[in-house]
């Protein structure tokens, strides 16, 4: 279905994070990423992945900041001492899950030249800290925009 270069760019927002804390994508096991735009109302991060077959066929991300096994990928989006923060009471991380891209979207981010799939998760958990665990994306979910399209 897919050759192993295959690529197409993400962009997670993280909504009305609370103030004061800290966000960073995750790398692998520990390295991190700093967001490409960062305000008051949100933090937006930029990745890569490669398109592949996984074991049952259907299409699985590949890269540095896809987590988990093939059938249930997700992107760490780590907060507080997790992204590096000292001096604050929050050691946390969301998990952004991959595995809700329609396998048509997918293919249209593929085929779209410039276009990125962006999620968007809130920011602040029910106790007013940073979000954590897995995360339930807003809105309908992923969507195709244009990769100019404003990330807050």
């Known amino acids: 279905m897919s050759d192993a270069g295959d690529a197409v760019a993400l962009r997670l927002v993280v909504e009305r994070p609370p103030a004061g804390v800290t966000w960073r994508m995750q790398r692998g096991r520990?390295?991190?990423v700093a967001p490409v735009r960062e305000s008051s109302d949100a933090v937006a991060f930029a990745l890569s992945l490669r398109v592949a077959d996984g074991p049952d066929g259907a299409p699985t991300l590949r890269g540095p900041e896809a987590q988990g096994p093939p059938a249930a990928?997700?992107?760490?989006l780590n907060s507080g001492t997790y992204a590096g923060q000292a001096g604050t009471p929050w050691s946390r991380r969301a998990k952004v899950?991959?595995?809700g891209i329609p396998p048509a979207l997918l293919a249209r981010a593929?085929?779209?030249p410039g276009a990125v799939l962006e999620a968007r998760i809130?920011?602040?958990?029910?106790?007013g800290g940073p979000a954590c665990a897995s995360v339930p994306l807003l809105g309908d979910g992923w969507r195709l925009l244009p990769l100019v399209a404003d990330a807050g």
């Open 73 to 76: 990928r997700f992107v760490y």
């Open 122 to 127: 809130a920011g602040t958990g029910r106790d």
């Open 30 to 32: 520990d390295a991190l």
């Open 110 to 112: 593929r085929a779209t």
């Open 97 to 99: 899950p991959l595995t």
